[in-house]
């Protein structure tokens, strides 16, 4: 998949808890706009809904976090971005239908 600044991330094993915007991406201290499944980087997350959600309080490294997904992101991701998806992020937009009961 394709991590993209802007992105809203949830934990679905936590009742799908919002943690936050991805507000921006570093890799060897370089802002960048998007990283790719496999990359090290570091993430900014903010959550200004509830600035009182904390790392290590409530979720931790052993949470997954999601992107947040729906129904309508899907179809915007079909409408504009279809020809610059992989195969492979596809199959992820597949799984994540699963993780989030989206028909």
């Not at 309080?57 to 997954?64: E, G, H, I, L």
């Amino acid at each position: 998949g394709i991590l993209k600044v802007g992105t809203p991330l949830c934990i679905p094993a936590l009742g799908g808890l919002h943690v936050g915007k991805v507000t921006s991406i570093e890799s060897n201290g370089r802002e960048q706009e998007t990283a790719r499944k496999g990359s090290s980087v570091a993430v900014k997350i903010m959550n200004e809904s509830n600035p009182n959600l904390m790392y290590g309080r409530q979720f931790d490294s052993t949470n997954s976090l999601y992107s947040t997904l729906s129904r309508e992101s899907i179809d915007a991701l079909k409408a504009n971005f279809k020809d610059k998806l992989e195969n492979e992020d596809w199959r992820l937009v597949v799984k994540l239908k699963k993780v989030f009961n989206i028909i």
